[in-house]
């Protein structure tokens, strides 16, 4: 968007930017000298909800949820806003008016000024019956007496009570606001006081009957709840008696523990037996490696007596385990064993320088490592049956300990259910007793008017008037497609502008006159400096391919191209060139009257005679209005041959080609200029029709670019 252009405009229309505020101000003015006073009342409502002064937990006040108070705050107000709670409103303010005639708040519509006093009586009975039934306001129950039509006519119904009436919360405090403006005093008192007063009564008896509904009902589910947990801590106490089951956790942990130690005793018998048969297997690899000879009988006297005490002592650690570890048995172990040492030392001292000494020794020891292997797998027998007994005692544990589970999960579920009702039963009591309390803070009084709005309703007008013709004007400005400036012309003809020539608003002149070096108007000397630089455009183009003939036409009709033609002419001639003006198209309302000063000649007499009178410097050659066609008097080679010798006889030839309109001719007298220009005049548009001739004179061979005429000056 040119924001210059868009200046221009509103330059343009600046006397409607003018008059339109100040006739909206003039009528705003007359529509708001009478307006009446309003005045405001208000009343708050305390409903303890951020208050700690009047919180029992200062805990609980810390930890309140934000959103959860938001949301309480709001659904008050909303009940606030309800139609039954506005139509309570609407039966005291009626009954008040109809009580008090002198008093009422508002004057007396046609509806009740045409009612007799038996139906106004009537009529406040029917009122009084429905604020005692708290019904809601609806045209269903007009009836006969017309209520909700007498309402409406008295603006007493929710609509028009709801367009004065505001209910608002600030963040953070504990208070809700409520204001009402209408032009009496009392009025607004007495709505804001009757509307809270009334609904602090309602909504602490809605309250009172939902909270004692929520108790009856938490009584009867926290019996049920009770009697569900004492017939499951029945169920698991009777299955415990019934199966011997005093503490099964700690029994089966009992039971555990000794498992783990008998199977602790196993290992260590077992690592013993292994580590014995071990020892004995290497006793033999040395027994095997020595030699099998005795110095004597009484060697093996002493062996045979050794072996006897062996197989005894064996005999005896076997009572001994099936005896369940009886101490005389142990005595007799003992004893057997005391036996077998004692031998073994008499025949260890008597032989002591006997050879097979080492012998003796080894087998001595795998004796012993032979005796305390049996003992040891004497030992896993009784350890295993011990595992047996308690690991059986252990499984018959598991059925009961999974219906124990069974019992204690149900017994511990009832038992949460049922606290869980008995907590909610308590809070709900609490908040019975300590719960949302509203108290109407501050009542609302009479007050004072409010200060005048009249400053700032003219002041609106006459900026709202304003901003609507600054928008309309720019909705024209970018629907508006007209060519103004160069820069349009070049943007939508994509071609060069050599020039452009100012609008010359002050009637007609002639062409000479702008010359006059005494001419005082500022818009001449724009005119003719605006001139010159296209005069100096045009002989730089002409003269860089030594060209003297210039063709000039225009998109349309009415363009200003005639008298620009000429202007142009004049301009040439003030620098000494003999100029030939050929005008191929003349418009009329354009004809500059300077041409009655130069005798006519026509170029259809000048191509057949080949004669023509030069002037000084201008030389004119008009055409015939009945030549439709320049090869319908003579042909092209003629033709051509006239505008050599033309050329001879002048500096410059300037062509006044005709429109594009007619585009037959403009075609015809196109072949004999050597160079060309086109004129546009500011403010038109370029229609779809047009686009086909711009496009043919753009691409025509000597087409030097566009001049912008009758361009508006800022």
């Known amino acids: 968007m040119d924001?210059?252009?868009f200046f221009k405009l509103l330059k343009h229309y600046k006397w409607i930017l003018i008059i339109v505020p100040v006739v909206s101000v003039i009528v705003t003015v007359f529509f708001v000298k009478d307006l009446p006073k309003k005045y405001v009342s208000k009343s708050q409502i305390s409903t303890g909800l951020i208050d700690q002064s009047q919180q029992i937990s200062s805990n609980e006040n810390n930890n309140q949820d934000y959103f959860r108070v938001n949301s309480q705050f709001?659904?008050?107000?909303?009940?606030?806003?309800?139609?039954?709670?506005?139509?309570?409103?609407?039966y005291n303010l009626i009954i008040h008016d109809l009580e008090n005639p002198d008093k009422a708040f508002t004057k007396y519509s046609d509806?009740?000024?045409?009612?007799?006093?038996?139906?106004?009586?009537?009529?406040?009975?029917?009122?009084?019956?429905l604020l005692a039934n708290k019904t809601v306001i609806t045209p269903a129950l007009n009836g006969k007496l017309m209520v909700f039509d007498i309402l409406e006519s008295m603006k007493y119904d929710a609509v028009s009570l709801n367009k004065e009436l505001t209910i608002y919360h600030i963040d953070n405090s504990d208070f809700i606001t409520i204001l009402f403006t209408s032009e009496n005093p009392n009025f607004s008192a007495f709505v804001v006081n009757s509307l809270s007063s009334d609904f602090i009564s309602t909504y602490s008896i809605d309250v009172a009957n939902n909270q004692n509904k929520s108790n009856v009902l938490l009584d009867s589910l926290l019996k049920q709840k009770e009697s569900l947990m004492n017939e499951k801590n029945a169920a698991l106490k009777n299955y415990k008696v019934n199966n011997g089951v005093l503490n099964l956790d700690k029994q089966s942990e009992i039971i555990y523990k000794q498992i783990t130690d008998y199977e602790q005793k196993k290992s260590d018998a077992i690592r013993l037996i292994q580590s014995n048969q071990g020892a004995i297997s290497n006793i033999d690899q040395r027994i095997n490696g020595?030699?099998?000879?005795?110095?004597?009988?009484?060697?093996?006297?002493?062996?045979?007596?050794?072996?006897?005490i062996k197989n005894q002592l064996k005999i005896?650690?076997?009572?001994?385990?099936?005896?369940?570890?009886?101490?005389?048995?142990?005595?007799?172990v003992d004893s057997l064993q005391s036996m077998l040492s004692e031998q073994m030392n008499n025949a260890s001292n008597r032989y002591v320088a006997d050879p097979t000494a080492n012998k003796q020794s080894l087998i001595t020891q795998k004796m012993a490592l032979e005796v305390a292997l049996d003992q040891a797998r004497s030992s896993i027998r009784s350890i295993d049956s011990e595992l047996n007994q308690l690991r059986a005692k252990y499984n018959t544990m598991v059925p009961f300990d999974a219906g124990v589970q069974n019992f204690e999960r149900d017994a511990d579920v009832a038992t949460k259910e049922?606290?869980?009702?008995?907590?909610?039963?308590?809070?709900?009591?609490?908040?019975?007793?300590?719960?949302?309390?509203?108290?109407?803070a501050e009542a609302g009084y009479p007050g004072v008017p409010e200060p005048s709005k009249k400053v700032l309703y003219v002041a609106l007008s006459a900026v709202a008037s304003l901003v609507i013709c600054l928008m309309g004007i720019l909705v024209v400005f970018l629907l508006d497609k007209s060519v103004n400036t160069v820069r349009q012309l070049q943007k939508v003809t994509n071609n060069k502008v050599i020039g452009r020539i100012n609008l010359i608003k002050k009637g007609s002149i002639e062409v000479r006159d702008l010359w006059k070096e005494d001419h005082p108007d500022s818009e001449h000397l724009i005119y003719k400096d605006l001139l010159r630089s296209l005069r100096f455009e045009v002989d730089q183009l002409l003269s860089e391919g030594g060209n003297k003939i210039l063709g000039i036409t225009s998109l349309?009709?009415?363009?200003?191209?005639?008298?620009?033609?000429?202007?142009?002419?004049?301009?040439?001639?003030?620098?000494?060139?003999?100029?030939?003006?050929?005008?191929?198209?003349?418009?009329?309302?354009?004809?500059?009257?300077?041409?009655?000063?130069i005798p006519e000649q026509f170029f259809e007499t000048f191509i057949i005679k080949k004669k023509?009178?030069?002037?000084?410097?201008?030389?004119?050659?008009?055409?015939?209005s009945d030549s439709t066609s320049l090869f319908e008097i003579q042909n092209k080679d003629n033709l051509k041959s006239g505008f050599g010798i033309l050329k001879d006889e002048f500096d410059l030839i300037i062509v006044d080609i005709a429109s594009l309109e007619n585009i037959n001719r403009a075609k015809e007298w196109l072949l004999f200029t050597e160079k060309n220009i086109a004129v546009f005049a500011a403010g038109q548009t370029i229609s779809d029709e047009q686009l086909e001739n711009l496009e043919y004179i753009t691409k025509h061979p000597g087409f030097m670019g566009w001049v912008l005429n009758k361009q508006v000056e800022s």
Request: glycine share 4%; net charge positive.
């Open 74 to 90: 709001a659904n008050i107000m909303e009940i606030m806003k309800m139609d039954k709670t506005t139509s309570v409103l609407s």
């Open 556 to 597: 349309l009709s009415g363009e200003g191209k005639t008298f620009l033609t000429s202007s142009l002419v004049y301009a040439f001639a003030m620098t000494g060139k003999k100029v030939l003006l050929i005008r191929g198209d003349i418009e009329p309302e354009q004809v500059s009257p300077d041409q009655k000063l």
């Open 111 to 129: 509806e009740i000024k045409n009612l007799s006093p038996p139906q106004k009586r009537a009529l406040l009975d029917e009122y009084k019956k």
């Open 418 to 440: 049922y606290l869980e009702v008995l907590n909610r039963s308590n809070t709900n009591s609490l908040e019975k007793k300590i719960g949302l309390k509203l108290n109407l």
């Open 316 to 332: 005896a650690n076997e009572r001994y385990v099936d005896n369940n570890f009886n101490p005389a048995d142990k005595k007799k």
């Open 3 to 5: 924001i210059r252009q």
């Open 612 to 624: 023509i009178q030069i002037e000084d410097l201008i030389t004119v050659l008009n055409t015939k």
């Open 290 to 308: 020595n030699d099998q000879t005795y110095a004597g009988g009484s060697v093996i006297a002493d062996n045979n007596k050794i072996v006897n």
